[in-house]
């Protein structure tokens, strides 16, 4: 069995003891041990995928009253009409395409400034962005209620896309510095010789190379403001404001035996991160904060 | 390029020039352009700051003043000093709630560490569509809690569930995932784990990449086990980003609120209840502002403390 495991001196903890034999002679049990690898992982993939694949299946399997046969867009169509999802839908991609546009709007000046200020305010700061986002959001929700609500802000996709703004900023400026950090100081300096003012080479220079960077914050702040429970339940009131996460819960709640329509609208919560998630997977960094914090 | 040396390449970049900094711009041009650099970084910084007192600083200080009140949602009320956590720091509820929420994030912690690990590891060899799987097992991070937690309750919410089904088909009764307290805990570990790998998984596989195959060959030649390869180059290569992913992690697990308000709703009989969803039930069901407050409050000192440790040993070893 050593020699399965050893022909991959990189595979990390196994239990093959004799690794000193050279690895081309052992080609054909290489070859094996690949695919037992591989069983093994589609085997953990398969087990992992279930809960998702068990949503993707009963959303497209015919309901309990339906005369459909085989797979069928009819629970689709079905919550569409009963429900209020397109209004949801609408709801959530509004708020979370300006929490998208408004955090890297003010994350990557601010990361510009974490990435090559070198005064002490500025390293504060960043200290300042570590620690707020950390702390749970459930001790500035209350507060933010009160405030919000005088200000009629509470029921209101405003008032919403402004909590998530404001917690995204910290975790996206963090990545944006960090992104900043890998474009050379040499290019600017190139541009301020040139004449070119601080704010120029910021946006001439750093930010038009930085695609990869935006890209990477602004799924960052998509998946959270998209995914986002706790600020939802806390501050939508009304059918006709609430975002997805809102309306599945809340139709779950009410139609707990119907699983075909239920899942039907959780498919369609899923699919926009989905889509997002299987086009940009090259600038997806897990946990945003994650990469960053690694990297600088 | 491996990322070590990107990343030592990028301490020296930091380390250099910047607009004002120590840079070969000729003198005079210098001064002009730092006066000109502090006068934009301060307007670059602007929004970010104004958001931050906004969104987190006024809500800080304004849940000091509520947790020292004896309020409402509606108005702030006397001012009663400790009362409250007083209150708070001897009710049962709550050291209940801090013993779950320690037990949740030592099992989402080190259960989503020990699986990512393992995949990470096993990705890293050549397998046939390696980057599919590596893909497709990004996807419980992915996809909304709102989404996986409901089909997570078709599959054990009731006896007739998928799974319970399945234990009852094998003979080994039927368990209530969900109704029996210690079931209802493991079962929202379980949860949390699965939901939380593949951010332990992408870590370490970046950590990963990063290190020379040749180390290995080298290390083999000499005779080093695989065991011992494994604790002696790979565990140790891996410890800053394992260390930045613990860290993060328990922060994550703290103050998680929906993996489990929406698998369990804190149930049955609180077996659930950690302390954000205590905190939660506490303001926005039993109406109890101030103790309410007060118990975010000690959370929050908590992970101030958690975080500026955590920032300033990332600092220290990123500058050496």
Redo the contacts between chains.
């Keep these: 069995m050593s020699a399965v495991?050893?022909a991959?001196?990189?595979?990390?903890?196994?239990?093959?003891?004799d690794?000193?034999k050279p690895r081309r002679v052992l080609s054909e049990a290489g070859m094996r041990g690949?695919?037992w690898?591989?069983t093994?992982?589609?085997a953990?993939?398969a087990v992992?995928?279930?809960?998702?694949l068990?949503?993707v299946v009963?959303a497209f399997t015919p309901g309990p009253n339906s005369t459909a046969t085989g797979l069928t867009f009819e629970n689709l169509s079905g919550v569409f009409s009963k429900t209020l999802a397109a209004t949801w839908l609408k709801n959530s991609l509004i708020t979370t395409l300006a929490t998208v546009v408004v955090s890297v709007?003010?994350?990557a000046?601010?990361g510009?400034?974490l990435?090559?200020?070198?005064s002490k305010a500025?390293s504060g700061?960043s200290?300042?962005?570590?620690?707020?986002q950390?702390?749970?959001?459930?001790?500035?929700?209350?507060?933010?209620?009160?405030?919000f609500?005088g200000m009629g802000l509470v029921d209101n996709l405003l008032g919403l896309t402004?909590?998530y703004?404001?917690?995204t900023?910290?975790v996206a400026?963090w990545m944006m510095a960090a992104y900043f950090?890998?474009i050379?100081?040499?290019l600017?300096?190139a541009a301020?010789?040139d004449g070119c003012?601080?704010?120029g080479s910021?946006l001439r220079v750093v930010l038009r190379n930085s695609l990869p960077g935006v890209l990477s914050t602004a799924i960052f702040a998509f998946?959270l403001a998209?995914?986002d429970?706790?600020v939802a339940i806390?501050f939508l009131r009304s059918n006709e404001i609430f975002t997805?996460?809102m309306g599945?819960?809340s139709f779950?709640q009410q139609n707990a035996t119907d699983?075909t329509s239920?899942?039907a609208l959780?498919?369609v919560?899923?699919l926009p991160?989905?889509i997002v998630?299987?086009t940009l997977?090259k600038y997806?960094?897990?946990?945003g904060?994650?990469?960053s914090?690694?990297?600088? | 390029m491996s990322s070590t040396t990107a990343q030592s390449g990028l301490a020296r970049a930091r380390r250099g020039v910047a607009p004002g900094g120590s840079g070969t711009v000729p003198g005079k041009r210098r001064s002009k352009l730092s006066a000109q650099a502090t006068r934009t970084f301060f307007w670059l910084l602007l929004p970010s700051v104004v958001l931050l007192v906004l969104i987190h600083g006024y809500p800080l200080i304004y849940a000091a003043v509520q947790a020292t009140h004896d309020g409402n949602l509606l108005q702030t009320g006397n001012f009663i000093g400790g009362e409250n956590f007083a209150t708070v720091l001897t009710s049962p509820a709550f050291w209940k709630a801090a013993q779950f929420t320690l037990w949740f994030t030592i099992v989402g912690v080190f259960g989503s560490w020990l699986v990512g690990l393992g995949l990470a590891l096993l990705l890293r060899t050549k397998i046939p569509a390696g980057n599919t799987f590596k893909v497709l097992l990004l996807l419980p991070w992915v996809v909304p809690i709102v989404v996986s937690s409901t089909a997570w309750n078709w599959l054990v919410a009731t006896p007739d569930s998928l799974i319970p089904s399945l234990f009852r088909n094998l003979g080994l009764g039927t368990p209530l995932f969900l109704a029996d307290p210690t079931l209802a805990s493991i079962t929202v570990m379980v949860f949390k784990v699965w939901v939380s790998f593949p951010f332990m998984m992408m870590m370490i596989s970046a950590a990963l990449a990063s290190v020379d195959s040749t180390v290995y060959e080298a290390a083999s030649m000499d005779g080093a086990t695989r065991w011992q390869q494994f604790t002696q180059i790979t565990l140790p290569l891996i410890a800053r980003s394992t260390y930045i992913s613990w860290i993060l992690m328990t922060i994550f697990c703290v103050n998680d609120f929906p993996t489990i308000y929406l698998l369990t709703g804190g149930g049955p009989v609180n077996a659930t209840t950690s302390l954000v969803v205590l905190a939660y039930r506490t303001v926005f069901q039993d109406f109890a502002t101030g103790p309410g407050v007060a118990i975010a409050f000690l959370m929050t000192m908590t992970l101030v403390v958690i975080s500026v440790i955590l920032y300033r040993q990332i600092r220290k070893s990123s500058v050496e």
């Excluded at chain 1, 991959?8 to 003891?17: D, F, N, T």
């Excluded at chain 1, 990435?115 to 070198?118: E, L």
Aim: aromatic letters at 12%.
């Design positions: 495991l050893h991959h001196p990189e595979s990390g903890p196994a239990l093959g003891v690794a000193g690949r695919w690898r591989f093994l992982i589609l953990i993939t992992v995928l279930v809960p998702i068990v949503t009963l709007a003010v994350a000046p601010a510009y400034v990435s090559r200020g070198r500025v700061y200290l300042l962005l570590f620690v707020m950390s702390l749970p959001i459930i001790t500035s929700v209350v507060p933010l209620f009160i405030l609500a402004i909590i703004v404001g917690s900023m910290t400026t950090d890998s050379p100081v040499s600017e300096e301020w010789i003012s601080v704010f910021f998946l998209w995914n429970y706790l806390v997805l996460p599945v819960q779950f699983w239920v899942m959780a498919v919560m899923m991160p989905v998630f299987a997977n997806f960094s897990v946990g904060i994650g990469g914090l690694a990297g600088r």
